[in-house]
Structure formats: structure tokens, C-alpha cells
Nanobody
């Protein structure tokens, strides 16, 4: 059973930075095809923030390009999201996601709250 645990959320002023971490149980990176970060603001749908496809480059939502950086450390089974120049509209609960294509499986963490004050 894959488990994903996010950490690093908190309260930060606009213009500040945070680094989120997603610790995965076991050596899942060898069986997972896509690792990503999603977020959900109150009253809004969950949206993709950034993702890394195995063997490929990272993809970002237009709203975070140039400000957020996704990365992963296979030796630590951990994925990161470095968030710089934060804006109040970045306020949301951020979720770690891991996808396996065959068989089709989605794993989710429980989320970590990021609040950006103006």
C-alpha cells in the first residue's frame, strides 16, 4: 500500500516562500509514472499545480510558472514543491499525487494547508 504524507504548509506573507515535501512509503518511484502536486482552494475544484512524468520534464500550471519548482529525490522517496513569490491566490490545501498507468491507480496524500496573507 502506497502512502503519501505532505508537510511544509503554513502561513506566509505575500512575496514569501515555502517548500512542501511529500514523503512516499517504500520505493514507489520505480512503479509510479507521474508524481504531482494539486491544490484546492475553498469553494473551488482541485487543480493541477505541477507534475513530473518519469523520464520527462516537469509541467506547471500557467498560474505558477516561474514561481514554483517541482523536484524529487529518489534516494529519499520524497517529492518537493518550492514555492516562491507567493500570492494570496495561492492559498489552498496542497495535495501530493502519484499515478500509475498500468494498472491505473491514483494515490493521494491528505494535504497540507498553505495560507498566504496580503
Amino acid at each position: 500500500q502506497v502512502q503519501l504524507v505532505e508537510s511544509g504548509g503554513g502561513l506566509v506573507q505575500a512575496g514569501g516562500s515555502l517548500r512542501l515535501s511529500c514523503a512516499a512509503s517504500g520505493n514507489i518511484f520505480s512503479i509510479i509514472n507521474v508524481m504531482g502536486w494539486y491544490r484546492q482552494a475553498p469553494g473551488k475544484q482541485r487543480e493541477l499545480v505541477a507534475a513530473i512524468i518519469s523520464g520527462s520534464s516537469a509541467n506547471y500550471a500557467d498560474s505558477v510558472k516561474g514561481r514554483f519548482t517541482i523536484s524529487r529525490d529518489n534516494t529519499k522517496n520524497t517529492m518537493y514543491l518550492q514555492m516562491n513569490s507567493l500570492k494570496p491566490e495561492d492559498t489552498a490545501t496542497y495535495y501530493c499525487n502519484a499515478k500509475r498507468w498500468v494498472p491505473s491507480v491514483d494515490y493521494w496524500g491528505k494535504g497540507t494547508l498553505v495560507t498566504v496573507s496580503s
